[in-house]
């Protein structure tokens, strides 16, 4: 093979495919690469590449903080089916790989792969920040009092009628077909990540608030934030997740076909130094919001969205966009209270979650 592609998530196989257009005999291992994605995968329209694989999109959106924004950006739901599809001609294969090298990998059966080797397994590492959630999926008439047609509602920080800890969480009400909403309790971020428990706590009390009955089916998140970067990788591994946020599926779509380039060319699969940078100032950000009190979390995000559209999909998208990223946050420190800045500039190194006291 001329790549060895780690791992069969949302990454790895997009990174799969960009290879095989560029006419790279490619393999993909995976210890259960059948298994469907169950998890849904969304984004800001306007940063999906073009032909992603969207199932459905919103043409508005809107966040809730302690006042309503409405946000000049669609919203899109992936379709999971076609981002799990592979073209017949990558050689998927049912491993777990137990040593890597550049140039191979060794399957706990024994069995060697050579190529170029690319880990899309995942974060690792970290000191153990996550942001995790709770959704269930309705219909769409029974989710009207949390969401209108045709709309996503990205965050609403109001409280849930039932809580155990002082930890804030936001509900994401996004369309996932044409007659059903997902309903997630989110908690954005927090070391360790935030129990399910309590998440679904949350979750079943806005829906009895509402009179909207609870699903079997669940859907449950945990994603790293602070995971190492790694050379040699690709997604999560390589350091795509946004540590402020937790997006990254739109960041690899876009990104796959630029590192097959590279794989095709002979070049190190390595990120670039302005991506490196502004990827430590989200992890400056994630600090800040670590240290945050409950009652500053919506206001922090209440003085983002206030923000000019271009800062606000700097901060959010622009993965290599150093001027941007800066530009934003300046802006937004500026405009912050005294005591945010000072949560800002000055994080509490133990902060447990996004809204803990420090």
Not at 35 to 44: D, G, H, I, M, S
Not at 93 to 117: E, T
Not at 308 to 334: I, S, V
Request: proline share 7%; with cysteine; charged share 20%.
């Amino acid at each position: 093979m001329d790549v060895v592609v780690v791992g069969g998530g949302p990454a790895g196989r997009a990174l799969a495919r960009a290879c095989v257009e560029r006419g790279l005999g490619t393999a993909l291992v995976d210890p259960t690469p059948e298994r469907r994605f169950r998890a849904t995968y969304a984004a800001w329209a306007d940063e999906l590449p073009e032909g992603a694989p969207v199932a459905v999109s919103a043409s508005r959106s809107r966040v809730v903080t302690t006042e309503e924004h409405a946000v000049a950006r669609g919203y899109a739901v992936l379709d999971n089916e076609r981002l799990w599809r592979l073209p017949a001609s990558v050689d998927v294969v049912a491993g777990r790989v137990v040593g890597r090298s550049a140039s191979s990998v060794r399957l706990a059966d024994g069995r060697v792969l050579s190529g170029r080797v690319v880990d899309a397994s995942g974060a690792v590492g970290g000191s153990g920040a996550a942001q995790t959630a709770v959704g269930v999926v309705v219909p769409a008439g029974a989710a009207r009092s949390f969401v209108d047609a045709d709309e996503a509602v990205v965050m609403d920080w109001r409280k849930p009628p039932v809580a155990t800890t002082v930890d804030p969480t936001f509900l994401y009400a996004i369309p996932v077909s044409a007659t059903h909403v997902l309903l997630e309790e989110t908690s954005l971020a927090r070391r360790p990540g935030l129990p399910l428990a309590e998440l679904r706590l949350r979750l079943h009390g806005r829906l009895a608030a509402r009179g909207v009955a609870v699903p079997a089916d669940e859907e449950r998140v945990r994603i790293p934030l602070d995971g190492r970067p790694r050379d040699w990788a690709f997604g999560a591994a390589s350091g795509l997740i946004h540590p402020a946020t937790g997006y990254s599926v739109a960041a690899a779509l876009r990104r796959a076909p630029v590192v097959a380039a590279a794989l095709a060319e002979g070049r190190p699969v390595v990120r670039p130094v302005a991506e490196r940078v502004v990827h430590a100032m989200w992890s400056r950000g994630l600090a800040s919001l670590l240290a945050m009190r409950p009652d500053e979390v919506p206001e922090f995000f209440h003085h983002f969205f206030l923000l000019p559209d271009d800062h606000q999909r700097a901060y959010l998208g622009g993965h290599g966009d150093l001027r941007g990223t800066l530009a934003a946050m300046l802006h937004l420190f500026r405009d912050a209270s005294w005591a945010m800045r000072a949560r800002m500039a000055f994080p509490v190194r133990t902060a447990k979650s996004a809204g803990t006291p420090g």
